[in-house]
Structure formats: structure tokens, C-alpha cells
């Protein structure tokens, strides 16, 4: 299988299982601010929309029909 195809295929999986779940969202902690043993923390939440899904498994099937071409 073509590098291509591969990564064609794995953006396909990702990208409808970002559109099947109807978003994705994620939590990313961040380190603040930290002084001596004293440490204070933050949490920053995201939401990938369901349209960025859509756009990432439309690349995944360009790029499986580009690398499929090339053969």
C-alpha cells in the first residue's frame, strides 16, 4: 500500500469518527504559574466541529484516489 493510500485511509477512519460523534471535544491542561511548592494550574477545553471532520475525510478520499492513480 502507497504512503499515500495509507494516510488517505487513516484520515478517512478519523474524520468519520469526528462526523459520526457529532464533534470531538478535548480538554489540554496547561501549567500556569509555579512558585516553590505552590503550583497553579489551568485547563484549557477545545471542540472540533463536525464540519472540520467532514473537510479531514474529503482529504482522506483525495488523497486515496491521488495515490490509487499513481499505480
Given at each position: 500500500m502507497k504512503p499515500l493510500t495509507l494516510i488517505g485511509a487513516l484520515l478517512i477512519v478519523v474524520g468519520g469518527i469526528v462526523v459520526?460523534?457529532?464533534?470531538v471535544s478535548y480538554v489540554r491542561d496547561r501549567q500556569e504559574l509555579s512558585v516553590g511548592p505552590?503550583?497553579?494550574a489551568a485547563e484549557e477545553r477545545g471542540f472540533i466541529s463536525p464540519m472540520v471532520?467532514?473537510?479531514?475525510?474529503a482529504?482522506?478520499?483525495v488523497l486515496v484516489v491521488?495515490?490509487?492513480r499513481g499505480s
Open positions: 459520526a460523534l457529532r464533534g505552590i503550583e497553579v471532520g467532514g473537510l479531514v475525510l482529504a482522506g478520499v491521488v495515490g490509487r
